[in-house]
Nanobody, 113 residues
Framework: VQLQASGGGLVQAGESLRLSCTASGSQFRGISMAWYRQAPGKQREWVATISSSGMANYLDSVKGRFTISRVNAKKELYLQMNGLKPEDTAVYFC????????WGPGTLVTVSS
């Protein structure tokens, strides 16, 4: 399975970004998918999960600002990020819930204050 995340960039605090993730080579529809992030000098952390039926869960610090969604027919996962804060700066990765597929390169989100 290959996971390709995209949509990152440099934004100012308060602005929005929409991340996309395309999964290729394996079943996607019946699998819970997630977004993770890794800030400079920190361990990778879980951000949000969406089940195969569309139920979502979020890290407390992003609740109300981030929305995870998916389009199974396209094998695509999304993360709408609003009200971005400097502490959201990180490389964002998509993957399934553990055990993970091989990690892709992620996409860098930089939020300036």
């Amino acid at each position: 399975v290959q996971l390709q995340a995209s949509g990152g960039g440099l934004v100012q605090a308060g602005e929005s970004l929409r991340l996309s993730c395309t999964a290729s080579g394996s079943q996607f529809r019946g699998i819970s998918m997630a977004w993770y992030r890794q800030a400079p000098g920190k361990q990778r952390e879980w951000v949000a999960t969406i089940s195969s039926s569309g139920m979502a869960n979020y890290l407390d610090s992003v609740k109300g600002r981030f929305t995870i969604s998916r389009v199974n027919a396209k094998k695509e996962l999304y993360l709408q990020m609003n009200g971005l804060k400097p502490e959201d700066t990180a490389v964002y990765f998509c993957n399934r819930l553990p055990p993970p597929y091989a990690w892709g390169p992620g996409t860098l989100v930089t939020v300036s204050s």
